[in-house]
């Protein structure tokens, strides 16, 4: 008599399923959860009960003697420069429309419009609640560089964790390991509060305007991502296959042996 195939897919399959709910709810509520902090932020920042704070942070980075000076070696400084660049409305858009770009040219056009459209989307967002906010810029410690908007939210804090998050979103998706997803994230987490950090570090905002930054894009960036998950899930977003993690495991064939056969 021969063996009966075991049917192992269908049950992989609505596993594959419930993990992949899972992480969405799990994304959701980190979403609800960053969306509420910045509100939280925001709230006290209004009433102004985030006042010691602030000013105990940015006196702590700077020399007491010399208020102009930050701590720190003088490369430090510079690199500093260096790094908050890298949360600049110039260098995002840079960097977003080379990925546009790559994907346009890769045919995934529904992709390049994702991106485009959620880092555009978060770029829009930050520029609306400064001006809802309004909050000025920290007069407590001369600024490193130059500044012309408001403060609240920091906008290269904001526009770093929308654009490097989302774009780590959208590389994870097809990252064929697990310890190639968890790098492309570490790399997208850090940049971002390297950005958030060195704004503090050179004096154009508050801590406050910084956290709630990292909040608000990391609230967007995880709502882009339940949306970039729904549309994988369809196919609209990679059109000439699905992510390496979301495929279906092929139903396995049980192996006979020649004696087996011969039964």
Known sequence: MDRAIPRRAPRRFRDLLA??????????????????????LAGEVLEGDTATFDRAVLLALRNPADLSDPIGPRWLEEAA??????GSHVIVTYVTLAVVGFLVLSGRRAAALFVGLSVGGGA????????GFARPRPDLVPHAVEVYTASFPSGHAMLSAVAYLTLGALLMRVAPL???????????????LAVGASRVYLGVHWPTDVLAGW????????????????LQ???????KGEAAEDRPPAPQIAKFSGSAEGR
């Not at 829009?124 to 001006?131: E, G, H, M, N, Y």
């Not at 899930?233 to 059109?239: F, I, L, T």
């Open 124 to 131: 829009l967002l930050s520029a609306v609640l400064k001006i």
């Open 19 to 40: 993990r992949r709910e899972m992480r969405a709810l799990a994304a959701l509520l980190l979403a609800a959860a960053g969306l509420f902090a910045f509100a939280k």
């Open 178 to 192: 697990g310890r190639t997803k968890f790098y492309v994230l570490a790399v997208a987490v850090f940049t971002t």
């Open 233 to 239: 899930r369809r196919g609209a977003v990679e059109p």
């Open 81 to 86: 420069r260096d790094v908050t660049a890298l």
């Open 215 to 230: 909040c608000g894009g990391a609230g967007w960036a995880l709502l882009c991502w339940l949306v970039l998950n729904a």
